[in-house]
């Protein structure tokens, strides 16, 4: 079983960076990509970035590239996203999940083996 919990959200300017954190339980972390995904009120969850198992793949949607970059650090069991020029249009629930498949690919969200609880991330314009 693995336990994620997402940190580092919070209330920032337009123009503004974050960077959120997704820390994992257990020992198998390596053993999972890890993706980020973001859901606004009323509007339904959307892929925002993916990095593979050992951090060698990313990918990322259109609408982050160039402002988000996310990383792993294996051995202390967590996921990061930085964001960077910040715009209204990202506030957003920021999940993490994880899947056992190797793939920066996004998939429907009962492919994934786990998911966090999520952390606000709001963005004033």
């Known amino acids: 079983q693995v336990q994620l919990v997402e940190s580092g959200g919070r209330l920032v300017q337009a123009g503004g960076s974050l960077r959120l954190s997704c820390a994992a339980s257990?020992?198998?972390?390596?053993?999972?990509?890890m993706h980020w995904f973001r859901q606004a009120p009323g509007k339904e969850r959307k892929f925002v970035a993916a990095?593979?198992?050992?951090?060698?793949?990313?990918n990322y949607a259109d609408s982050v590239k160039g402002r988000f970059t996310i990383s792993r650090d294996n051995a202390k069991n967590t996921v990061y996203l930085q964001m960077n020029t910040l715009k209204p249009e990202d506030t957003a629930v920021y999940y993490c999940?994880?899947?056992?498949?190797?793939?920066?690919?996004?998939?429907?969200?009962?492919?994934?083996?786990?998911w966090g609880q999520g952390t606000q991330v709001t963005v004033s314009s």
């Open positions: 990095i593979s198992m050992t951090g060698g793949r990313t």
């Open positions: 999940a994880a899947r056992g498949l190797d793939t920066v690919v996004p998939v429907p969200r009962f492919a994934y083996n786990y």
């Open positions: 257990g020992r198998t972390f390596s053993s999972y990509a």
